[in-house]
């Protein structure tokens, strides 16, 4: 092969990838938040960032971000602090749940002894890191890290009265080692061989308030909330008293320190010699929580609110990798590879939280945030808690519903709009008067936008298409309606969660503005033996309505003349599996139902995924944290991509992304796109081809017509696994790819390559 072939040969293999999906079959993505930092720690060169959900290297001298998650190595999410060992280069990673990751050379190496370990609570307040050792400030004392040998090595139990102490921060000076307690200040010499025994450790001084120490020439500092203190001859000699709440003192190369917090999202840097007789420097930050110094002399920060920060006159300017502005992923919007996410909730008795986190969009592998942090429109309408999006197919408008603010519309040109009172469509709530909670959106067939006005006096409401508005006061007046759908009857479907007992169906009769042909029945849940709590609905491809309460799923096949006569029934399926049989997900709360090409139906509960045949008999897929780099088992939303076949699940520790096998089916044989295509030498994933009429026969055989392989589509979307049906790979050459429907009426006829 020549090298001008070879070079043309990778182009249009690359141009296949970029063109299908960056995301191959059964691979995993995150999508994690950056713009907040509990801990950093540094080598001089790159620092190592730990967020609430994620980690990330910045390289100075480079300019270089790389990120990191449970897809590509990381043990566990929620980090705690994060440390730096220059004898081994490993970067320490400690997680909230006890959890150790030890980081080096792009690859992370667990420790799990903690967080196995059982003792609760057993938080990790801070590391310190020596010759080759972490020593890990816990709940119940000091947990010390052998890091070459990638193991624990001892524990220096903190006890009194039989109670664990609390051991805050740790430090060295000379010969003796630092514990700042719960229940005091300790020192004992590093060289006594039983640094396990709490009796060997020396109390210095009674204060219970102290929560921070740092070294500078051997010299310890240590402070609480308001002063900081220099340990002198065993006793504390007061140096520095803040107007501000200290946050945490470091050391840096001409001094301390002393990270400030002065108000509701600022905060400051002060600068002491060492003496602290003065400060020699200051800067603002929105929150510092560590400060520290690279080699190169740079001044940088771990920011709560803003991620990491380097210094930039009296204020900074921040680092952080592309993500969205929160965890939460409420609700999750996504077509063709573009994806808005709802960031705010609301607790289990339907209260909102005040969540400032906005929405945020990934369009083209960018992220974009609207927030009260970003947007000045958002923080002028103290615009919070948003729960609910959905997207006009005409316009191309974004409409995002606020679960205390009214309706954000985003138009397709860029300008913002706000509904509430006086919109004719958005009403306030009956009780908290001054919140406007729209709590479900779904376009009809007519294109028409209808909404849930949670708790008001009308809980469906209308805009048509002309822009017309109208209100209806359904059979759960006064309930926390949410979660509208559509079905094939164009009747509308929501849920009555709260106290409501159960869904209602809404048959406008397609005359929006003539409520007098309307039906309308609420269905209790309680009357066909289903929790009473219901979270969710979903609409499958038969028509069918898929419940999800709290204990378990209920179906719904239900027409007009059903609602109109008030005899829509709720089914229980009645499965099995292995040899148990039972109702579906019987005790286990279902949180969302979503629906994929194939009318598969995705289960979020609050013990992990699964996914299930379309009618529910068989387990395809069972994903937890144990299995799966999901970042929680809580699931707060499934959304199934249409056209990619890419399923996003939000959880409560963040979002991510699994690339199924099933696509929303068409009705031709348009832009079917195999993938990857050629397909390269080695390559042991699975083989895509997307863009089919729905359900379609696919055939694959080799130039002379001999038949390699044959599937049905699942959706719009064929799966091949690359073998022959003796298991063998086929050589290297071109192949053709027969499609047609069941009637014959829609074919097509492809070609991929084999490279081997």
């Known amino acids: 092969m020549s090298n001008k072939f070879s070079c043309c040969f990778l182009f249009l293999l690359l141009l296949s990838f970029n063109a299908f999906s960056q995301q191959p079959i059964g691979v995993w993505h995150a999508y994690m938040p950056y713009n907040n930092a509990v801990s950093a720690a540094t080598d001089g060169v790159t620092i190592y960032a730990g967020s609430d959900a994620s980690f990330f290297t910045y390289n100075a001298a480079h300019d270089e971000i790389a990120t990191y998650s449970k897809v590509n190595g990381m043990s566990d ?103 700042v307690t719960a229940n005091g200040l300790y020192k004992a010499n590093k060289n006594n061989p039983n640094l396990q025994a709490f009796a060997s450790w020396q109390k210095i001084d009674n204060r219970n308030d102290l929560f921070t120490a740092a070294v500078y020439n051997n010299k310890v500092f240590v402070a609480k909330r308001d002063s900081v203190f220099a340990v002198q001859n065993d006793t504390l000699a007061f140096v520095y008293h803040s107007q501000n709440l200290i946050v945490r003192i470091d050391k840096n190369d001409k001094g301390l320190f002393v990270n400030q917090y002065i ?89 909102y939280q005040g ?96 909404i849930n006005n949670a708790g008001a006096q009308h809980e469906l409401a209308v805009k048509t298409a002309e822009g017309n508005t109208r209100k209806y006061s359904g059979p759960g007046t006064f309930f926390y309606s949410a979660y509208t759908l559509t079905d094939d009857y164009n009747m509308k479907w929501y849920i009555l969660p709260s106290g409501g007992d159960g869904v209602v169906v809404y048959n406008d009769n397609y005359t929006p503005e003539n409520p007098a042909d309307d039906a309308a029945m609420k269905i209790a849940t309680s009357r066909f033996s289903l929790n009473s709590y219901v979270n969710c609905i979903a609409h499958d491809k038969e028509n069918a309505i898929w419940i999800g309460t709290n204990d378990g799923i209920g179906v719904i096949n239900c027409s007009p003349d059903q609602v109109a006569t008030g005899s829509c029934e709720i089914r229980k399926p009645i499965v099995q599996y292995d040899q148990f049989a039972g109702y579906l997900f019987q005790n286990e709360k279902v949180k969302t139902i979503a629906v994929d090409g194939a009318n598969r139906k995705w289960i979020g509960t609050t013990n992990g995924v699964w996914l299930i045949s379309p009618d529910g008999d068989k387990i395809i897929y069972r994903f937890t944290v144990d299995n799966s780099p999901l970042p929680s088992n809580t699931i707060q939303k499934i959304a199934v991509d249409p056209i990619t076949g890419v399923v996003y699940v939000g959880t409560s520790e963040g979002l991510v992304s699994f690339r199924s096998t099933a696509t929303e089916g068409g009705e031709s044989n348009t832009n079917v796109l195999v993938f990857p295509n050629p397909v390269p030498s080695g390559y042991s994933g699975s083989i895509a081809i997307r863009g089919l009429v729905e359900n379609a026969d696919v055939r694959i055989t080799d130039i002379s017509g001999q038949l390699v392989y044959r599937t049905t589509a699942l959706g719009g979307q064929a799966v091949w696994n690359g073998h022959d049906y003796t298991g063998r790979t086929p050589q290297s050459g071109v192949y053709l790819i027969f499609v047609t429907n069941k009637d014959g009426s829609q074919t097509h006829v492809g070609k991929m390559v084999f490279m081997q």
């Open 77 to 179: 999410v929620g980090i705690s602090y994060m440390g730096y060992d220059a004898t081994t280069g490993f970067a320490i990673i400690a997680y909230r749940n006890g959890n150790i990751d030890l980081f080096k050379d792009e690859t992370f190496y667990n420790i799990p002894d903690l967080k196995i370990k059982n003792i609760s609570p057993k938080n990790i307040n801070h590391i310190y890191a020596e010759n080759g050792f972490a020593y890990l400030s816990t709940s119940f004392g000091v947990v010390v890290l052998n890091l070459a040998k990638k193991e624990t090595k001892e524990t220096y139990a903190f006890t009194s009265n039989s109670q664990s102490i609390e051991v805050k921060e740790f430090a060295s000076a000379g010969t003796y080692f630092y514990a």
């Open 263 to 351: 108000g509701t999202d600022a905060g400051k840097v002060v600068l002491f010699d060492v003496a602290l007789a003065q400060a020699t420097d200051s800067f603002n930050t929105p929150k510092a929580i560590n400060t520290f110094m690279l080699s190169d002399g740079s001044t940088w920060c771990a920011d709560i609110y803003e991620g990491l920060a380097k210094r930039d006159g009296g204020g900074v300017n921040f680092f952080n990798p592309d993500g969205p502005a929160a965890i939460g992923s409420f609700d999750i919007l996504p077509y063709n590879g573009d994806v808005w996410i709802a960031h705010g909730g609301y607790d289990e008795n339907w209260t």
């Open 355 to 450: 969540n400032r986190s906005g929405i945020s969009h990934l369009e083209a592998g960018k992220w974009k945030q609207y927030s009260q942090k970003t947007t000045a429109f958002f923080r002028d309408n103290n615009l919070t808690d948003f729960i609910v999006l959905a997207k006009d197919p005409v316009t191309g408008d974004l409409y995002a519903g606020s679960y205390r603010a009214g309706l954000f519309i985003l138009k397709a040109d860029g300008t913002y709009q706000l509904e509430k009172y006086g919109s004719g469509y958005v009403e306030h709530n009956s009780i908290d008067t001054g919140s406007y909670r729209v709590a479900g959106l779904t376009f009809d067939q007519n294109n028409n936008l209808w």
